[in-house]
C-alpha cells in the first residue's frame, strides 16, 4: 500500500472547481515539501505543483497546491474534460530516506 | 532543456535481470541527481533509488536492496539500472527522472520509460 493517502477518484463537472487530498505523516509531508503530477492515459507523469504550491513553467495558474501540518491539497478550477488524469501525490520521506507516493486520484470531468 | 531517452522494451523469464540504460542530453550530466521510479499496470508511482552521476554515489529504497544496482557512464551521459531475480510483479513501466537535490520527488523531467514484462 501506499505511504501517502489519496481519494481513488474524484469527479466534477466542466468549469467548476476539484480539491485532491494528500495524507501523510511527520516524516513526509509534515517535514518535507510536496510535489503533484498529472498523468494522461499513456504517457509519463508531468510535474504540476512542487515544493507545496510553485508551478513549472507553462503549467497554468488554474492548479493551485497547498499543505497543512501532514496533510497537502491539490486544487484545480475552471475544470476542463482535458483535465482527465490520473493525479499523484509525493514526498521525500525523512525516515525511509525514500521518495514515497500516493496510490493516485482518478479526476473525472463529467 | 535536458532529454532523458531509455532503452526499449525487455522481456524477460522469471530469475533473470534486466538492465535498462536512461542517456541524458541538452544538459551538463553530472550536476543532477537520477531517481528511477516504476509503475506497475494500472498501479501507482513507486521510487526505486537514487544516484549521483557526480562520483556515483547511490541510495536504494528498502524494498530493492540487494536486487537493484545502478551504474553510470560519464563518457556517454548515461545511467543504467540493473534489477535481477525478477519475478511477475516486477512487471512495470521503469522512468528514470531528473532532480536539483537528493530528498525531493520534485521530478521535472523524465524518461520515455521502459516496459519491462517478466514472463515465463
Known amino acids: 500500500q501506499s505511504v501517502l493517502t489519496q481519494p481513488p477518484s474524484v469527479s466534477a463537472a466542466p468549469g467548476q472547481k476539484v480539491t485532491i487530498s494528500c495524507s501523510g505523516s511527520s516524516s513526509n509531508i509534515g517535514s518535507n515539501f510536496v510535489s503533484w503530477y498529472q498523468q494522461l492515459p499513456g504517457t509519463a507523469p508531468n510535474l504540476l505543483i512542487y515544493?507545496?504550491?510553485k508551478r513549472p513553467s507553462g503549467i497554468p495558474d488554474r492548479f493551485s497546491g497547498s499543505k497543512s501540518g501532514t496533510s497537502a491539497t491539490l486544487g484545480i478550477t475552471g475544470l476542463q474534460t482535458g483535465d482527465e488524469a490520473d493525479y499523484y501525490c509525493?514526498?521525500?520521506?525523512?525516515?525511509?530516506?525514500?521518495?514515497?507516493f500516493g496510490g493516485g486520484t482518478k479526476l473525472t470531468v463529467l | 532543456q535536458m532529454q532523458l531517452v531509455q532503452s526499449g522494451a525487455e522481456v524477460k523469464k522469471p530469475g533473470a535481470s534486466v538492465k535498462v540504460s536512461c542517456k541524458a542530453s541538452?544538459?551538463?550530466?553530472?550536476?543532477?541527481?537520477i531517481h528511477w521510479v516504476r509503475q506497475a499496470p494500472g498501479q501507482g508511482l513507486e521510487w526505486m533509488g537514487i544516484m549521483n552521476p557526480n562520483g556515483g554515489s547511490t541510495s536504494y529504497a528498502q524494498k530493492f536492496q540487494g536486487r537493484v544496482t545502478m551504474t553510470r557512464d560519464t563518457s556517454t551521459s548515461t545511467v543504467y539500472m540493473e534489477l535481477s531475480s525478477l519475478r511477475s510483479e516486477d512487471t512495470a513501466v521503469y522512468y528514470c527522472v531528473r532532480s536539483h537535490i537528493v530528498a525531493t520527488t520534485r521530478f521535472d523531467y523524465w524518461g520515455q520509460g521502459t516496459l519491462v514484462t517478466v514472463s515465463s
Open positions: 509525493g514526498a521525500w520521506d525523512s525516515s525511509l530516506s525514500a521518495g514515497v
Open positions: 541538452g544538459d551538463t550530466f553530472t550536476i543532477y541527481y
Open positions: 515544493e507545496n504550491n
